[in-house]
């Protein structure tokens, strides 16, 4: 206790001088000893690639964790739609401009250079970003979070040309909006197929809090719909928790196909909107059919050689830092990070981690010992929320879960634990956005 | 020497005095600290309908994390599965630096 209350003392003291502009005169008065603490990362620069939940919040922190370094984020769009929360938009219950965040929180508060383009290439032995249109950046280490990409040569029948058609709804923005449409658009007794792909892939639970508010949707305005869930899988995030819900509150709306049992794809023909099964030997006609393919790193990651055989990008899980290329960090879902999900949630964490993690190594300090968390909420229902959690610690190597701590909802749990959830969901969003973008 | 010089030099001598490594390294309480923030949002302020953690003093921090960790009884719907993975010592260090942000 003791030591705690002194380390906060001390951390406060150095605000106030800096706070006061007295850091040069300290050097002064210090001369050498000083000087070699505080300048450890003044006028380091690193440059973020990717303004999603990942690279904001690492680029924040930073500047965070020490003001002296330089930080640009690069983003190829003016604005980040967030995935998380967009499902609620489906639900017809969230507005669709929830899901846009701004930098100028990053840029004005925290003095991070915010550059729209986008990195094409970079040499780390030469610490230098290629850009498309505004030259090349300098770096002392360069972060990369470069989200998914879409494995299309997996999915028979389809590719990026009929997202129109077929949806993935699977990145933030324009998808949702086109999604949404159909749903609008369809007619009352009709069928929206959710095909979900198979491990690993972005955000877990959340082709099934989709195939949730879109039955609540339908309930609501077009209750003698149906919702076909043909998946993958054999089980997947929350199964237990989800699957309750489902039965209390849209009896049998939702159908949910395990791959073993006719889930998997074989086919899809998107202008028709005819999706067949059992190596063919099924057809479903839908009028809503949402494909969400299978998925690997971002395309850069895949491009720049950081991705393995598995398609994402190995990391030394205490700093992730590229396995392949030292002086390079990949996090989010591109990395490969333990037990940690593709979740939002855990870009976030990651990105605190590796700005403290590159803050450290920059001073020539310790790199503080991992902890990281993950909650990722789901709503089965506007006021019907659901959770799992996990605290995590790096031990042999790995992100691993501390054991006894974590798990899901508990189930049967009664209304009221549900509503409190659903609060907390919509909370967790307010409360994270502000993290990452605020 | 003026008082205000003299004080900014005892200030400085002050530094120098602490041992080098500590001073600016990144603590694992400060990362665990940081951790709730995800939630409970940038400054803890707790943003729409997520509960604030700026207004708890260090012990009332403290007081809750024990209670969501030891009886099964608090009232948590989440906390009491993040509290189960920390020590004593590690709950002593996250109130400790939750109750610094503002």
Known sequence: ?438 | MTGKWAGLSILAVGLLALPQAQAEQISKGQIMANNCLSCHGSKGQGPGEMPSIQDYTEQGLINSMTSYRDDPDSDATVMNRHAAAYSDAEIRAIASHIADLN
């Open chain 1, 1 to 438: 206790m003791a030591t705690q209350r002194f380390n906060s003392i001390r951390w406060s003291r150095r605000n106030v001088l800096k706070a006061t502009g007295a850091t040069g005169l300290a050097v002064g008065l210090g001369g050498g000893i000083r000087a070699s603490r505080a300048g450890g990362a003044t006028g380091k620069r690193v440059v973020v690639v990717g303004g999603g939940p990942g690279g904001a919040t690492t680029a924040k922190y930073l500047r965070k964790f020490d003001p002296s370094v330089e930080v640009t984020l690069v983003e190829k769009d003016p604005v980040y739609h967030t995935c998380f929360g967009a499902n609620w938009y489906l639900g017809g219950f969230r507005e669709f401009e929830r899901t846009r965040q701004g930098f100028d929180a990053l840029q004005k508060e925290h003095g991070v250079k915010i550059v729209q383009d986008t990195v094409t290439r970079w040499d780390s032995d030469k610490g230098e970003a290629r850009l498309a249109e505004n030259g090349k950046l300098s770096f002392d280490r360069l972060v990369i979070s470069p989200g998914i990409d879409f494995r299309w040569e997996d999915v028979s029948g389809m590719g990026p040309e009929d997202t129109e058609q077929v949806p993935h709804a699977w990145a933030g923005g324009k998808q949702y909006r086109i999604l949404r449409r159909q749903l609008e658009a369809m007619d009352d007794g009709g069928t929206v197929a959710i095909c979900p792909p198979t491990n690993p892939f972005r955000c877990p639970p959340g082709p099934y809090e989709r195939a949730s508010l879109v039955a609540h949707y339908l309930k609501e305005n077009k209750p003698r719909s149906k919702v076909l869930v043909l998946d993958a899988k054999d089980g997947f995030s929350k199964q237990g928790l989800f699957e309750e819900g489902w039965a209390e509150l849209y009896g049998d709306m939702i159908e949910w196909v395990p791959g073993s049992e006719g889930g998997v794809i074989h086919r899809v023909d998107p202008g028709n909107r005819v999706v067949a099964t059992r190596e063919g030997f099924e057809e479903h006609d839908v009028d809503v059919l949402n494909v969400i393919p299978p998925q690997r790193a971002g395309k850069i990651a895949r491009d720049m050689g950081l991705t393995d055989e598995t398609g994402w990008c190995p990391v030394d899980q205490r700093t992730f830092e590229s396995s392949v290329q030292p002086g390079v960090h990949v996090i989010g879902d591109a990395s490969i990070a333990g037990a940690m999900p593709k979740s939002a949630f855990a870009a976030n964490n990651q990105g605190k981690m590796t700005a403290a993690a590159i803050v450290s190594e920059l001073r020539g300090q310790k790199v503080p010992e991992p902890s990281l968390v993950n909650t990722c909420y789901s709503l089965v229902g506007p006021d019907y929320g659901i959770s799992v959690a996990a605290v995590y610690h790096f031990e042999d190597g790995k992100i691993r879960g501390v054991e006894g701590a974590g798990g899901v909802s508990p189930s049967g749990a009664g209304d009221f634990f549900r509503m409190r959830e659903a609060r907390y969901s919509r909370g967790w969003f307010a409360g994270v956005t502000d993290d990452i973008w605020g």
